[in-house]
């Protein structure tokens, strides 16, 4: 058995935590990108790219991101693909994260009045224009706070990354745990680095809130 000191339990998982927080910029900025091509699609597109767009938003929001993540892994495998564990997981947690991040913002759009819109139409804008000068700037500030209280759900949706081998936390902290033998004290100090990376932006996101409400009260 070797023999794990608090220091060197703190230490392998503060190490681990580098890729959790990887994969976590790499889903929110990949599944932002994705997501805004989405809206602005189904916006300016017909019903049926529209229909098109809420079966994929359907499918990611309707499946389990385990789900996702052994199709991702285990199923392009199959088809000859060669896939390591990182651009799985990579992938999936970005469809996943697009899925929610295209209703969270559609929303957002649809909250601002329609008066903007027909404004914005009696000032001979095109569609783009109307999106970019008047609609997107507004739909934002609503979008800010729900979309940064979202990080938190794919920060800890990357613990499921383990189950395909990904070294991130949770794995990192299964794998000390089966060495060291003292399960508690490694998932205590993983549950703990979770919390040091999750509370912060829970507190952003409930600051936010509040001043969004304070601006529209």
Known sequence: MIEFTLWDILRNLALALRWTVALSLIAFIGGGLVGGTLLCLRIGLGPKTQRVIGAYVAIFQGTP??????LAYFGVSLLGIDVSAWTAASLALTLYTSAYLVEIWRGCVEAV????????RSLAMSFGEQLRHVILPQAARLAIAPTVGFLVQVIKGTALASVIGFVELTKAGGMIANA??????????????????CFPVS???????RKQHGRTA
Do not use: D
């Open 180 to 197: 060291s033998f003292k399960p508690f004290l490694v998932f205590g100090c993983v549950a703990l680095f979770y919390f040091v990376l």
């Open 65 to 70: 991101l385990l789900m996702q993540l052994f």
């Open 113 to 120: 009045p329609r008066g903007q819109w027909e404004a914005a």
């Open 203 to 209: 507190l952003a996101a409930q600051h936010l809130e």
